[in-house]
């Protein structure tokens, strides 16, 4: 009986995996994007991505998946998915990144409005150009700012995965829940916490060696 | 001809006029002090200056050629190529923070290297910057600081570190605001004593600062700001000992000096 929950609940927790990766994959650089969108100094495109921000941060990730997945079957007349795993897995890709990268873009925002005007002047007055002036004196600083925020963000995003059974995508907790029709017991269910405490002490871990990389300077 | 030419320069913000008219010319060598109350515009000024803030008109010539016209627009790379005339050193000094003292003063010379250049030429170039910067942290004192990063420094130092940056680009006028108003006495003299043997050397250097020793002292020529524009401008002892216009007599007088 152990052994059979253990296969099963590392099934559902290789789907887990597979939507975090995916989602920070898609989530990470598609924030920048949406973050130096709400930054523009050209009021239309940052009015837009601020409503983004505001409707995707303001609404349940549960909902949205819903909508992604059964929205355009509704609107359209025809199922976009299709009907296998893939499509299901392609909805819940789609309404992960888009989730995620709007709460990414925030952080990216405070990081990049959090470096004092001074930094840019300094490397203006050196005859740096705007690319330099991002790439080799603002972009590390802003990323010492935000690894805290981001490592909670992720952590977060480990849990969430969870959601993804709401359209039928067979992750962790999932494998677990079977068992209590299958075998009466609910124990398989409790037991997926260690395969998430596992994961996210690792996270902690590399988090931590991150911000001790970056700990060589202050400011 | 005047190294620095300046006219009829205006600025305002919003609805007030923080610059009203100002110009001056300076030679080779020369050292200005500029002082003035609070909300003068002595800040505006040297941003307008090192092109942080655009005049709503005037101008400003280098050895006789303009380099800026409020009538006239300019490029991004235009004005990066003629802000180099001029250094700035900042208040707040605005080191990298991210970098040591070394590569703060090495990060802009590398930057400028061009990029088609062969592998080995790069190399060569680069060890010619490293070996320039430590010179340039060994005039301001610190070539045994080089590997510090800013947040191990002192406020002097690092503000000696920000001046060597400056001078990494070879500016032709180096600008200073108040760069000795967030040090203690201390930390101020060393700085001070920094500005004092670049003027040895030659440097031609504007100064805004609160130090009225070192204005009297240092420099070839005070200016005086009040409201935007220049209300006394002369030698040091002409504008200590006998000012002309009343406001730099009330200036002068105030008890905290
Ligand atoms: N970016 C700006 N926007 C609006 N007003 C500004 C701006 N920069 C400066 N000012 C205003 O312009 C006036 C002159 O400011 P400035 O900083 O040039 O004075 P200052 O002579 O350097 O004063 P201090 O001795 O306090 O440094 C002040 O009233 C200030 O509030
Ligand atoms: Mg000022």
Not at chain 2, 103 to 130: C, T
Not at chain 2, 209 to 230: K, P
Request: with cysteine; aromatic share 10%; proline share 4%.
């Amino acid at each position: 009986m152990f052994q059979e929950v253990i296969i099963a609940l590392s099934e559902g927790f290789l789907k887990t995996l597979q939507i975090f990766f995916i989602t920070l994959v898609g989530a990470l650089p598609l924030g920048l994007i949406i973050a130096f969108g709400s930054m523009s100094r050209f009021r239309p495109i940052r009015s837009v991505m601020r409503a983004i921000v505001w409707v995707i941060r303001g609404t349940p990730l549960m909902l949205q998946l819903i909508a992604i997945f059964y929205g355009p079957g509704m609107l359209l007349g025809y199922n976009i998915w299709g009907t296998g795993n893939f499509g299901r897995n392609a909805a819940v890709a789609v309404a992960f990144i888009i989730n995620y990268a709007c709460y990414f873009s925030e952080i990216y925002r405070g990081g990049i409005e959090s470096i004092p005007r001074g930094q840019y002047e300094a490397g203006q007055v050196l005859g740096m150009t705007r690319p330099q002036i991002f790439f080799k004196v603002v972009l590390a600083q802003v990323v010492k700012r935000i690894v805290p925020p981001m490592s909670n963000e992720i952590i977060t995003l480990v849990k969430d995965t969870a959601l993804a059974r709401i359209i039928l995508v067979y992750e962790v907790i999932w494998a677990g829940q079977t068992f209590i029709k299958k075998a009466g017991v609910i124990w398989p269910l409790f037991f997926t916490a260690i395969y998430y405490l596992l994961f996210n002490g690792l996270l902690t871990i590399l988090f931590w060696y991150i911000e001790k990389k970056l700990d060589y300077y202050r400011g | 001809m005047a190294l620095l030419d300046i006219k009829n320069i205006h600025k305002s913000f919003g609805g007030t006029e923080v610059l009203r008219g100002i110009g001056f010319s300076m030679e080779k060598g020369d050292v200005v002090a500029i002082i003035g109350s609070s909300g003068s515009g002595k800040t505006t000024l040297l941003r307008c200056i090192n092109f942080l803030e655009t005049p709503d008109s005037g101008s400003i010539s280098i050895d006789g050629g303009e380099i800026f016209n409020a009538e006239k627009s300019y490029t991004d790379a235009e004005i990066r190529k003629n802000r180099l005339n001029f250094g700035m050193v900042f208040q707040s000094f605005n080191l990298f923070p991210q970098y040591t003292a070394l590569k703060n003063v090495m990060l802009a010379q590398q930057l400028s290297i061009s990029r088609g250049l062969p592998r080995s030429e790069k190399e060569k170039e680069l060890e010619r910057i490293r070996e320039r910067s430590l010179s340039l942290l060994n005039a301001v004192g610190l070539e045994d600081r080089a590997g510090a990063y800013p947040c191990e420094l002192s406020g002097g130092q690092q503000q000696r570190v920000a001046i060597a940056r400056a001078l990494a680009m070879n500016p032709a006028i180096l600008c200073f605001d108040e760069p000795t108003s967030a040090l203690d006495p201390e930390l101020t003299r060393e700085v001070l004593r920094v500005i004092k043997e670049l003027k040895t050397k030659g440097m031609t250097m504007i100064v805004v600062t609160h130090e009225m020793e070192f204005a009297r002292n240092v420099a070839d020529r005070v200016i005086f700001m009040s409201d935007g524009v220049i209300e006394e401008d002369g030698a040091p002892e002409a504008v200590f000992g006998s000012p002309i216009s009343p406001k730099t007599r009330a200036f002068l007088s105030r008890p905290e000096l």
